[in-house]
């Protein structure tokens, strides 16, 4: 148990939806980063924030937000969804950007 | 763009084979991991290697990377069922440092080791 938890474990939704997903990091941990695994792309870095700020972006799609609420738990927000988006979204934790990562089990996201 | 080139993509092997899997790029890395991930769960780090031509041992598993910091390998001797699963190299930043979390992920290469 990795002590990042996520929620929920699964999700399906239509195209054209909005979802959240959760994510909480382990105790004491300021970072949060929020990935994607697909099939075809691999994993992929999606965004990181610290402490409740955005520090850095990856491949995120401009219908994608995320934010780090003050008690470091984090949102990862997906709209206008398309089939495409269909994946698992991982979240991961560490006390500083020079520590290890530490991943959630992941949210599985299917949109038909 | 950073890319990392993961081989082979699977590997199949009797129990008590030797493999290794390499992890391939054109960019320098400040640092290379490599995480195993299993069905259903996150990817889990093994190690991380930050000094070319660094070495790392983890009981039977063998992590090098290489000098110039392009490129690292994972030798498993005498695998075990128990080693099957979902192997991932990451590479962090470019030379120079930075965070460790913004990843660089490999495709993966799936290893299943038959008893």
Not at chain 1, 34 to 39: F, G, N, P, T, V
Not at chain 2, 53 to 81: C, M, N, W, Y
């Amino acid at each position: 148990d990795s002590g990042v938890t996520q929620t929920p474990k699964h999700l399906i939704t239509a195209t054209g939806q909005r979802v959240t997903l959760r994510c909480s990091p382990r105790s004491g941990d300021l970072s949060v980063y929020w990935y994607q695994q697909s099939l075809d792309q691999g994993l992929q870095f999606l965004i990181h924030y610290y402490n409740g700020e955005e520090r850095a972006k990856g491949n995120i799609l401009e219908r994608f937000s995320a934010q780090q609420f003050p008690d470091l738990h984090s949102e990862l927000n997906l709209s206008s969804l398309e089939l495409g988006d269909s994946a698992l979204y991982f979240c991961a934790s560490s006390v500083t950007r020079l520590s290890p990562l530490h991943f959630g089990n992941g949210t599985r996201l299917t949109v038909t | 763009t950073q890319l990392l080139e993961q081989s082979p993509q699977f590997l199949s092997i009797q129990e008590g084979e030797n493999l290794t899997v390499y992890c391939n790029s054109s960019s320098v890395f400040s640092s290379l991991q490599w995480y195993r991930q299993e069905p259903g769960e996150g990817p889990v780090l093994l190690v991380t290697v930050v000094t070319g031509g660094e070495v790392k041992k983890l009981k039977r598993l063998t992590f090098q990377f290489g000098d110039a910091r392009k490129d690292s390998s994972l030798h498993i001797t005498a695998a075990q069922p128990g080693d099957t699963g979902l192997y991932l190299c990451a590479g962090a930043g470019s030379a120079g440092g930075t965070s460790y979390g913004k990843l660089t992920f490999g495709q993966g290469t799936i290893l299943t080791v038959h008893p």
